[in-house]
């Protein structure tokens, strides 16, 4: 996971503050923006959690926060349901300008209300995900008992939640009385995923009931079976991001799986893109080799020395295990720690000539764990020298090149 920090600016002029998140192994399939709860800010535990579930399937996700929250700009009480709304609108353009388009919305709680709005105002959106939302924005007046009657009578009123203090101002809750969700998500044409746990007591199971009604298809929901509100419990919100991932590869462009063929073992692709990330088939496997960023690469992979130096660990561990086997002996666990380098020749007859030469440098460390004895141990190591890619590494081999 790479994460960054961003800003852009709303409709209002005024700064948001959020966090980007990328894949570490690859360039961001598609975007998808996140929308908090009530209140809320973009580092809430669930949704860090779900972002980087989203990440790990080779999304890029956008979470910040709303006007007046976390460390964005404004005040919180001249904010509204409708200015929600529009920063979802800005944080998209700024995605579309800056990275790329976002194919999918996840909202939660009421930010689950927000996506279902705002989906109809980004066209690039495919899928929208709700989690714990409720059914009618008006539902978070409950949450504001304590000063709805302060509110109405004075204009405005400072709420307590979560142990905060807010300021809500009536237009806040005069903006609330004219958003009808069902009647958006009725009208919504893009896939929805509805996401409730059936304990949530601060909004009701019922809403997740009454969104999924109002929705065409193609609409699921899936329940959050245990889960309260906040998705408190770390393995609930990193379920919500896998099964999210899953869902919305069904309704998002998703790149297809590299399908190289050859009459080799291995074969290596590289386009014209800038970079060196290269798409390769390695038996009936696939993986992605790379350089490191210093070196103009994106770090997607491992660097073509390493895989050298990898063959060279998995072959020598392997072949210490069939040894082993084979006499019996007690061994638990091998490691191989190997590395490459080039590095000054000692003693040669190049160095005659050229105080420069260097060799070509594996260093290889063996970890055994078992009930081994001292002499046991030194024919291991003798054994490893015998592994068939050290053996190569130290044999004449030739390279045959031909066009094809």
Request: aromatic share 6%.
């Amino acid at each position: 996971m790479s994460l960054s920090k961003v800003t852009f600016t709303n409709n209002e002029g005024q700064t948001l503050s959020g966090r980007l998140e990328l894949p570490v192994d690859q360039h961001p399939h598609n975007f998808a923006l996140f929308a908090h709860c009530f209140t809320c800010n973009k580092n809430l535990g669930a949704v860090r959690n779900i972002s980087r579930a989203l990440t790990s399937q080779g999304f890029g996700v956008l979470r910040f926060d709303f006007t007046g929250l976390g460390e964005s700009e404004g005040d919180f009480a001249d904010t509204n349901f409708s200015g929600n709304v529009e920063d979802l609108v800005a944080a998209a353009d700024f995605l579309a300008t800056e990275y790329q388009a976002p194919s999918l919305l996840i909202g939660h709680s009421l930010g689950g209300a927000a996506v279902i709005f705002a989906a109809t105002k980004i066209d690039t959106i495919k899928a929208v995900a709700t989690i714990g939302a409720p059914s009618n924005p008006k539902h978070v007046q409950h949450l504001l008992k304590s000063g709805l009657d302060e509110i109405k009578a004075n204009g405005k009123a400072v709420v307590n939640l979560s142990g905060r203090d807010f300021t809500i101002k009536k237009q806040f809750l005069d903006d609330l009385e004219t958003k009808s969700l069902p009647e958006v998500a009725k009208n919504l044409n893009k896939a929805l995923l509805v996401m409730h746990s059936p304990q949530d007591t601060t909004v009701g199971i019922k809403n997740a009931e009454e969104i999924y009604l109002a929705a065409r298809h193609p609409k699921s929901f899936v329940t959050l079976d245990g889960a309260d509100h906040l998705l408190m419990q770390k393995e609930d919100s990193i379920y919500a991001g896998k099964v999210i991932a899953g869902w919305s590869s069904r309704y998002i462009n998703m790149p297809e799986t590299p399908k190289l063929k050859s009459d080799h073992h291995v074969v290596a692709s590289l386009d014209n893109t800038p970079g060196f990330t290269t798409q390769m088939k390695v038996g009936d496997h696939y993986m992605v080799a790379d350089e490191p960023e210093e070196l103009g690469g994106n770090n997607y992979g491992p660097t073509p020395y390493e895989l050298v130096s990898a063959g060279l660990s998995a072959c020598t561990a392997m072949t210490i295990k069939m040894y082993v086997a084979r006499k019996g002996w007690d061994l638990q666990q091998v490691e191989v720690h190997t590395s490459y380098d080039r590095k000054h020749k000692e003693d040669c007859e190049a160095c005659e000539d050229d105080p420069n030469a260097k060799i070509d440098t594996f260093n290889r460390e063996i970890k055994l764990e078992g009930d081994l004895d001292e002499k046991q141990i030194a024919r291991i190591l003798q054994i490893a020298d015998k592994c068939p890619v050290h053996r190569t590494l130290h044999s004449e081999t030739q390279v045959i090149t031909k066009l094809v």
